[in-house]
Every structure is written in structure tokens, then in C-alpha cells.
């Protein structure tokens, strides 16, 4: 997994990845994820903004790292739920 | 739903179907009411993680940024309408900030409040207070207002980046009212600018 770049195919650059897509985006980060953290999120952000993509982004407070989405997260889950129902 | 007067102000100027970009759109209440009247394509920027929460919530396509930061991100011409409300006296940089808005789209419509009004001049003059007023509501050490204007020093900010106002709409006490001695009168501007 670390050794995976989206980008790579593309010329280094991760909007191209996107380039074109339909689909409906929404990437969710928590303060405390030192695995997946808030900043690496902003790159797919920024390259999907690029790419003209429908996407949502929020960093939520948790001090639970990268398990904080295993656990009760009440305004995560209002994310997902109109995310996803948006799309029904 | 009923909007407030000057989000309804700003949806008047946004044509049916048209891609909508709202920067500093907090819970996306304007959005919203774009897409379920106009069917609008919807997207926003709020820096709040708690708007941006009840704005995807909405079913919205949301982005926690900053517009001082992120709007070089987008393309140009990604969309026909750049919606800044009541958010152009918040940004570190407002100038620059126009300039992204009519970058990415091909009209902006911005709205602020209007520190040329009677109520704030009268605050100042007879009072020597920064106003705190209805459109004002926070005192000058907690405001995230950092760059007031009023609507001349506005429409003089608009002309030297070389940009043509559409249209403009002013309110007071939440109710549209004549162009005449807006800069006196109006609580708050609504301008439409075009490249």
C-alpha cells in the first residue's frame, strides 16, 4: 500500500486520475490520523477540484487517530448519511 | 423555505441550471435553495468544519477550505457563477480573492455589508465607537471582519481590477431599496461583476 501512487500513470499528476469522472466524492479526515492525515486528503481535494469532480471534504475534531471513524462519530456519520442519500 | 433578503437578492442573479460556486456558504442554506428552485450544479467552500458537516448533510457537494488558499485550485472558467456572501470583508487578501472569482466564473456576485451607512458613520462620529450594528453584530476584537468597505470604496475596487458591475441590489432593514445614496443608506450591497 505505501508503495501505491495514482499518479504515477498519469505523469505525477493526480488530477488527470480524475479527469472526466461522473462520480460523486466525499473524503472525511480526523484531526488525530497520523495514517491517513488531514493534509494528504487536501491533495486528493485539491486534485479533484481540478478535475471539475463533485466533491465534499471536512476534517472532523477526534482525538481517537486513525480508529476515530470505528467509533461514535455523530457528526461523521451526518456526513455520510446525506452524502449518501443525495445520491439515492 | 424562506431565505434571507440577501441570499434572496443573490439567488435572483443566478440563472437556471447555471454551475454554482458558493465561497464561504456556511450551511448551505443558499445552495440548497438553488438546486431544489434553479437545479442548480451546486458546490461550496466553507472554512468551518461545522457548516460544512450541515451543508453535505443537505446532500451538497461541501469543501472545508479557505478562500484566501483554495480557489487558485479550481480551473478557469469551471463555473458560470462565483457566489461570495457576506464573506469579501473576512478574507486576508480581498482583491485577490475577486480576482479568482471572475477567474474560475464568469460572474460574481458579491455581497457585504456596507460600511458607508448612516448607522456606522453616526457610531463613529458621535459615538467614537466601532459600530455594532444589525448587519455589524460582533465588536471589532471578535469580528472575523478584517477589511471593511463601503459600497464607492467597492465599486472603486471593482473598477481598477477591471471589472464591469451587471447589476447591483441594496437592502436595508432587510428590504431592497433604491440605488439613490445606496452608499448612505444601504445595510448591505449585492453586486453582480462581470469580466
Same mark, same amino acid.
Given at each position: 500500500m505505501d508503495y501505491f501512487d495514482l499518479a504515477a500513470p498519469h505523469d505525477g499528476v493526480l488530477a488527470k486520475a480524475f479527469a472526466g469522472t461522473t462520480t460523486r466524492f466525499a473524503l472525511v479526515s480526523f484531526t488525530s490520523d497520523w495514517l491517513y492525515p488531514t493534509a494528504e486528503s487536501r491533495r486528493i481535494v485539491r486534485a479533484l477540484n481540478a478535475a471539475g469532480a463533485a466533491v465534499s471534504f471536512v476534517e472532523l475534531e477526534s482525538? #481517537?487517530?486513525?480508529?476515530? #471513524?470505528?467509533?461514535?462519530?455523530p457528526e461523521m456519520n451526518r456526513v455520510v448519511d446525506g452524502f449518501l442519500r443525495a445520491g439515492a | 423555505m424562506s431565505l434571507r433578503p440577501d441570499l434572496a437578492a443573490i439567488a435572483d442573479a443566478v440563472p437556471q441550471g447555471a454551475r454554482v460556486l458558493d465561497i464561504g456558504?456556511?450551511?448551505g442554506a443558499l445552495l440548497a435553495h438553488l438546486r431544489d428552485t434553479k437545479g442548480v450544479d451546486a458546490r461550496g467552500i466553507d472554512v468551518s468544519a461545522a457548516n460544512v458537516a450541515s451543508a453535505v448533510a443537505r446532500g451538497l457537494s461541501v469543501v472545508q477550505g479557505d478562500a484566501d488558499a483554495d480557489l487558485p485550485d479550481y480551473p478557469d472558467d469551471a463555473f458560470d457563477m462565483a457566489i461570495l456572501s457576506d464573506t469579501l470583508q473576512a478574507m486576508q487578501r480581498p482583491a485577490a480573492v475577486l480576482d479568482q472569482l471572475v477567474r474560475i466564473a464568469r460572474r460574481a456576485v458579491v455581497s457585504f455589508p456596507n460600511f458607508g451607512h448612516w448607522r456606522v458613520r453616526g457610531s463613529l462620529v458621535f459615538g467614537g465607537r466601532m459600530p455594532v450594528t444589525?448587519?455589524?453584530?460582533?465588536s471589532w476584537h471578535e469580528t472575523p471582519n478584517i477589511h471593511f468597505c463601503t459600497i464607492d470604496d467597492f465599486r472603486e475596487l471593482a473598477a481598477t481590477r477591471g471589472l464591469r458591475v451587471e447589476s447591483a441590489a441594496f437592502l436595508s432593514g432587510g428590504a431592497r431599496r433604491s440605488a439613490g445614496l445606496a452608499n448612505l443608506l444601504a445595510e448591505q450591497a449585492v453586486f453582480v461583476l462581470a469580466r
Open positions: 482525538p #481517537f487517530g486513525h480508529d476515530a #471513524f470505528l467509533l461514535d462519530a | 456558504c456556511g450551511d444589525r448587519s455589524l453584530p460582533v
